[in-house]
């Protein structure tokens, strides 16, 4: 079974994706762990135990079976209980062709959908 996740306004869908990652400031030394929650080329949905605010700038690391991907980004929004949306700014052409083939990985075995949570 497939899983459908909300599109909304976005240009690339999201694909459910459970994974730890490693949320650090544009300087490099390391915030906190972010658990993502959903992810796409442009973008992610993570949740994260300390206070993010929107327009922060942040490089998040994601593990993948080909090696790290980092990706330079900013917070676009925060929800309570810790959930921020983050949209990805630049990442090396490394990285993006890892980030690529993960998300191939994902549309493979999840479905974007037309409707979410409100």
Do not use: H
């Amino acid at each position: 079974m497939k899983t459908m996740i909300y599109q909304e306004r976005r240009q690339k869908a999201r694909f459910a994706y459970s994974a730890l990652a490693v949320l650090k400031t544009p300087d490099g030394p390391s915030v906190a762990t972010a658990q993502i929650v959903d992810l796409s080329l442009e973008g992610a949905c993570v949740t994260v135990p300390l206070p993010l605010f929107p327009d922060e700038e942040f490089l998040l690391v994601l593990n993948s079976e080909e090696g790290d991907i980092v990706v330079r980004g900013i917070v676009r929004y925060v929800q309570p209980g810790g959930v921020a949306g983050l949209n990805f700014t630049r990442m090396s052409e490394k990285a993006a062709a890892r980030l690529e083939r993960l998300i191939q990985t994902l549309i493979e075995t999840t479905m974007p959908g037309v409707s979410g949570p409100a």
